[in-house]
């Protein structure tokens, strides 16, 4: 079965975004053809990047860990809000350590999510260059979610029915770049 990594890129104290990641990696998981696995950031806390992982002798806990399961994978999603028009830097700050080409043939879906109306193309296209940057192949299909707020409610539970074919079909547009880029 192919292996997927659904990235939660929040750490922030009452994240939203995280719902987001969540909603997703149950999707993928009820498809019964994926192997859907959520590695969530805020279980990683990573120090300020200093040196890079190939560098290093002395590497941050973990970050074996993290960076294993983001190369082994045959898909990557990464979920990400969208802060001051950017990546938030705890996840860039993850991606930073991690050495270069090593997503390389892996297909990379974006998702972004703001509690505004704007969804998160910023972050969405500054992700899209980092993921190039990884070796990685990010699809032309993107999900940006905008007024997460309406879209579930403090509690992570959906409150907003047409959030589901979206993500249905986003997750069906990744699954197909997954299917044809894996070996
Ligand atoms: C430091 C910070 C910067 C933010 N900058 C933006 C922004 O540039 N654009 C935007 O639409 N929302 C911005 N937001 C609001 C997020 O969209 C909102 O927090 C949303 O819930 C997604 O982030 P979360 O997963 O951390 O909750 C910002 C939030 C924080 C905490």
């Not at 992700?127 to 940006?144: D, F, Q, S, T």
């Amino acid at each position: 079965m192919k292996k997927v990594i659904v990235l939660s890129g929040s750490i922030r104290e009452g994240r939203k975004s995280h719902f987001v990641a969540q909603f997703i990696n149950k999707k993928l998981q009820e498809t019964n053809q994926i192997n859907a696995t959520l590695l969530d950031l805020k279980e990683y806390p990573f120090p300020i990047m200093e040196t890079r992982m190939n560098e290093t002798d002395a590497p941050p806990e973990r970050l074996g860990e993290f960076s294993t399961l983001l190369s082994q994978s045959d898909g990557i999603i990464i979920v990400s809000p969208e802060y001051k028009n950017g990546i938030p830097g705890a996840l860039k700050n993850a991606l930073d350590y991690l050495d270069p080409q090593i997503f390389k043939h892996i297909p990379l879906g974006i998702v972004t999510v703001t509690s505004g109306g704007f969804g998160g193309l910023y972050c969405l296209s500054q992700l899209r260059l980092v993921g190039l940057a990884l070796g990685g192949i990010p699809i032309p299909e993107k999900l940006c979610v905008s007024m997460i707020n309406e879209v579930f409610d403090a509690f992570g539970t959906l409150q907003e029915p047409s959030f589901n074919k979206k993500v249905n079909e986003f997750i069906k547009a990744f699954l197909w770049y997954v299917e044809r880029f894996s070996f």
